[in-house]
């Protein structure tokens, strides 16, 4: 018989009349645990085009589709297997079959009215449903990633060319010879440069729209601040969350009385009252990492008045464990924090970011502009066509009409890897959503660690600049 692991756990994921969230590391079984909401889900649907399943690979999708019809083809031939955990599926593909008759049997048993997919398959209906609303002429065709880089890498040179030919005070030619300064007039650099921003280009979001649409220079640094501040006051409330919950920070008046009692030289440096999530003490969170951290974003393992002027025999309190408890999440956190510039004081460092950004501009057109000569397109541009197309809540599009009245569940493998446009198209779907609807959302992976990391690398991009 086949051990079922977290069985409470797997119950009560399959009410399929809640939301769930699941997060479950490799060889969990969680793939068999959508499989299972699944066959529960069509036991409850009056289409099985009402579910919506999706995952982040081709191969994983025709796993679990293949997996699914197995199970359906064995309940219509009302097989048994004499595992009990098999059987029990082959159950539940009984009660969903029969639901159905005639050709919507025959559909279901041929997979054709199961909507198991990738990402990219599902903004692929979406675009060719709407190819209006999504603005993507209908018949191109998906490149994969190494023709994707070729053509990147063509639209880079030419559109380095086309920028220096152009008038000496024409503002992309000027933002463009500030790049090649940067990179000592190395042209492959450059090149480079330009290539990997296009394929990341979802992840400049606003700040290539700004700029695109002709706005000045106040405008980005102003939208350029408001999505840094979002991101570190994200960073400075899980921060505060932790060090809240940890014996440091329960006991931060005794921390700071022991370095008072020691003359501790990180003294100066460290806040008198626990720091917060307030934006006044990310200068208090700075300091703390230069005597938690060391150079390199790892925790200190010496401690010392010449390891973060620490006490002589820190090593030996038990304060060091305290600090060293605080977890990985705690450093990874500081480490990124320390970095940031006063964002009051940081408008001169913009506009290397706003000279990048405006290159990045002109060679994405040039870009599309080969795209279209040769009928095909990218998956960052068929995610931004089906986001397109679904419109929003406040301007509501024939296609997200369409969706709306057709998805009644939706799940989602390794939610984790999404990517910042992915996410704003699962937001789309929901958007019409009320609680207590009958629809309901299954999430597989950690969405607080999704939005982070695409928050994060939106960032990133910036500080690279």
């Given at each position: ?150 053509l990147q890498e063509i639209a880079a040179r ?69 999505n840094i501040t979002e991101i570190i006051r ?232």
């Open positions: 018989m086949t051990k079922v692991p977290d069985l409470e756990e797997r119950k009560k994921a399959l009410d399929i009349s809640s939301h769930f969230h699941v997060e479950s590391p490799a060889g969990a079984g969680k793939t068999g645990l959508i499989i299972e909401r699944i066959l529960r889900l069509l036991s409850g649907v009056s289409n099985p085009s009402e579910i919506l399943a999706m995952t982040f690979t081709r191969k994983a999708a025709a796993e679990m589709k293949g997996r699914i019809l197995e199970i359906l083809r064995a309940a219509a031939e009302n097989e048994k297997t004499g595992d009990e955990y098999t059987d029990s599926l082959i159950e539940k593909g009984k009660k969903a079959i029969s639901r159905y008759s005639g050709l919507r049997r025959e559909m279901l048993l041929s997979g054709a009215d199961l909507q198991i997919t990738t990402i990219h398959g599902f903004c692929l209906r979406v675009c060719t449903r709407a190819p209006l609303e999504s603005g993507l002429e209908p018949g191109l065709v998906l490149v994969d990633e190494r023709e994707q880089e070729r030419e559109v380095i060319n086309d920028l220096l030919s152009r008038p000496q005070n024409d503002p992309a030619r000027s933002a463009l010879e500030s790049r090649l300064l940067m990179h000592n007039m190395d042209v492959k650099a450059l090149i480079a440069e330009i290539s990997s921003l296009l394929a990341k280009r979802d992840q400049l979001g606003d700040l290539l729209s700004v700029l695109g649409t002709g706005e000045d220079s106040d405008q980005f640094l102003e939208k350029f601040q408001e994200m960073q400075l409330r899980r921060l505060e969350e932790i060090i809240t919950e940890s014996e440091i920070g329960k006991r931060w008046d005794d921390f700071i009385d022991y370095l008072s009692e020691h003359d501790a030289k990180c003294l100066e440096n460290v806040p008198r009252e626990c720091p917060s999530a307030h934006w006044k003490d990310l200068s208090h969170w700075q300091r703390l990492s230069d005597i938690f951290l060391t150079n390199n974003g790892k925790i200190r393992r010496s401690w010392g008045p010449r390891h973060g002027g620490l006490p002589a025999g820190f090593s030996k309190t038990t304060w060091k464990s305290a600090i060293m408890n605080l977890g990985d999440e705690f450093v990874e956190y500081l480490n990124e924090i320390r970095r940031y510039p006063d964002l009051e004081k940081f408008a001169d460092e913009v506009e290397a970011v706003e000279d990048l950004i405006l290159v990045v501009w002109a060679a994405l057109k040039m870009y599309r502009k080969i795209c279209r000569s040769k009928g095909v397109i990218d998956y960052v541009d068929l995610e931004l066509g089906a986001l397109k197309a679904l419109g929003s809540v406040e301007s509501v599009t024939d296609s997200l009409l369409f969706w709306d009245r057709s998805i009644k569940h939706i799940l989602i493998d390794e939610f984790q890897d999404t990517s910042s446009t992915e996410y704003r198209i699962i937001q789309r779907l929901l958007g019409g959503w009320e609680s207590g609807d009958g629809r309901t959302l299954f999430l597989v992976g950690d969405p607080k660690q999704s939005i982070y990391r695409f928050r994060k690398a939106d960032v990133s991009i910036f500080y690279k600049a």
